[in-house]
């Protein structure tokens, strides 16, 4: 199954302070190999995954964490899930970020109109 993975900036105090613990920091996972991008439905499903894969790692994501790097965007409940689905958006395959885009023009109703045939 494809996965799309993004781990948060984090700084690993695991290295400078030489013991083997290992710090782990939210991640966003979304599956989209059983999705047709094709498919206005398909696409739809596409954005709603990463929406939620989005408000869970804004969730999980703690600013002030020892072990994580402080960024803006996501330290703000308001602007934390645009700015995750963003990054996520970034680490995405050009066809399926292509499709999250169109998905996402269609679900906020921006989508091109069909061309209206003359009579």
Known sequence: MKLLV??????????????????FSPRMLVAYRDL???????????????????????????????ETRFDAR??????????????LAQHMPANVRRAYRAGRRERNGSAMPAMIKPK
């Not at 781990?7 to 290992?22: F, I, K, Q, R, W």
């Open 74 to 87: 996501l330290a703000s409940g308001r602007h934390c899930p645009g700015a995750a689905a963003i990054l």
């Open 6 to 23: 993004l781990l948060s900036a984090t700084l690993l105090p695991a290295c400078a302070s030489g013991t083997s613990a290992m710090v």
């Open 36 to 66: 047709r991008l094709d498919t206005a439905a398909d696409r739809a499903k596409l954005v709603r995954r990463v929406d939620r894969a989005a408000a869970a790692f804004c969730k999980a994501y703690d600013p002030m964490g020892p």
